[in-house]
């Protein structure tokens, strides 16, 4: 069983910036690709940056691609999500998942373990 938990989550104004981190623990974490995911009142769950095991590889939805910046440290068991230039459309709960299937993977159902989300609100 692989446990994640997210934080860094808040309010902040337009423009500005958070990281969310998300800490996992139970399995060997180097062997699990990680996805950041978001889901805003009355959406489907949507894709937002994955990481590939050893950090090499890394993708983003269009919509923040240039602004967000994914990143992984496996001595700490913990993956990132930088988040600048944030507008209010990224107002959302964000969840850290994990997967071991290899590729370029945006489906919500193809990750097995999920944190418990971490709330972002962006003002006008």
């Known amino acids: 069983q692989v446990q994640l938990v997210e934080s860094g989550g808040g309010l902040v104004q337009a423009g ?5 981190s998300c800490a996992v623990s139970g399995r060997t974490f180097s062997r699990y690709a990680m996805g950041w995911f978001r889901q805003a009142p009355g959406k489907e769950r949507e ?7 050893n950090g090499a590889t890394t993708y983003y939805a269009d919509s923040v691609k240039e602004r967000f910046t994914i990143s992984r440290d496996n001595a700490e068991n913990t993956v ?3 988040m600048d230039s944030l507008k209010p459309e990224d107002t ?4 850290c998942a994990a ?4 590729g370029v993977i945006t489906i919500p159902k193809t990750y ?3 944190g418990q989300g971490t709330q972002v609100t962006v003002s006008s």
């Open 92 to 95: 959302a709960l964000y969840y």
């Open 99 to 102: 997967t071991p299937r290899v």
């Open 112 to 114: 097995d373990y999920w």
């Open 80 to 82: 990132y999500l930088q």
């Open 16 to 20: 500005g910036s958070l990281r969310l």
């Open 47 to 53: 894709f937002v940056a994955r990481i590939s095991l």
